[in-house]
């Protein structure tokens, strides 16, 4: 869920083992802090630091993987206060860009839509309307490689997630789940409830950037019926990006 900006703007640090440093600049789902939280990611790549193995940026919070024989915890803490100080949360160019994703909320690809509209009251019209009406932002990447979770779902859509996984869904399965939204690159088995589906390959190897979309991005869903999916999941498998990327849009929380 959103919250408001009144989180402070000195982040905390927390120890994660021996050898991983959490950064975290808030304790809500908010655009903000996670704008804070990619501006250090960039900041602290641009640097180059010795010592430094992995970045992971998260929703409110950056985990530094370091080598602890080669950067020192105070010397990453000094870096990371003044680069938090010198970057107020600036966009960043490949996390600044809006893309209309194609879905398909029929049939088999919405394997879970008719329980969702049992749990929000909703009927089918109403809920592919707020589903596809939203603007999401791509928090951050987890779970597994393009997983992308997203911010912005509409309260009428805000359920719980299950209380058991369903079994595996498909590869571009749309989902909502706990307040939030996501979009899956691979088959797995979820806690989440699937809407749709997308025909675009969000997680392509080959591609000279392997993921099409990244933090700070944001998506709306466009419906498509299972027809349209058909042609574009062909033309996307044969290696044509389908989504629309445009301006972005207004961003809302």
């Known amino acids: ?127 592919i309307q707020a589903h596809s009406s939203a603007d999401y932002r791509i928090y951050m990447y987890g779970f597994a490689p393009a997983y992308c979770y997203l911010g912005g779902l509409p309260e009428a859509l805000a359920i719980s997630r299950r209380e058991k996984p369903r079994p595996p869904h498909a590869a571009g399965a749309v989902m909502i789940g706990g307040g939030l939204a996501s979009v899956t690159s691979f088959s797995m088995p979820t806690g989440w409830y699937v809407l749709g589906r997308t025909p675009e390959q969000l997680y392509q190897p080959a591609r000279e950037n392997p993921f099409l979309l990244m933090p700070g991005d944001t998506i709306r869903f466009e419906p498509i019926d299972a027809d349209l999916f058909a042609e574009l999941e062909e033309r996307a498998l044969a290696g044509e990006i389908v989504a629309r990327e445009s301006m972005r849009a207004e961003e809302g929380p």
């Open 1 to 127: 869920m959103t919250g408001g900006t009144s989180e402070p703007i000195v982040p905390r640090f927390y120890d994660a083992g021996e050898t991983a440093l959490v950064v975290e600049f808030g304790r809500t789902v908010d655009p903000a802090i996670n704008d804070r939280v990619l501006a250090l990611d960039a900041a602290l790549a641009a640097e180059k630091l010795v010592g430094i193995r992995e970045l992971v940026p998260t929703y409110r919070s950056l985990m530094i993987h370091y080598d602890p024989l080669a950067v020192s915890r105070a010397y990453l803490c000094e870096t990371v206060l003044a680069l938090a100080a010198r970057n107020k949360g600036e966009r960043q160019t490949l996390g600044d860009r809006h893309w209309t994703l194609p879905c398909c909320y029929e049939g088999p690809h919405g394997e879970d839509l008719d329980e969702v509209c049992r749990l929000t009251g909703l009927s089918r019209d109403a809920v």
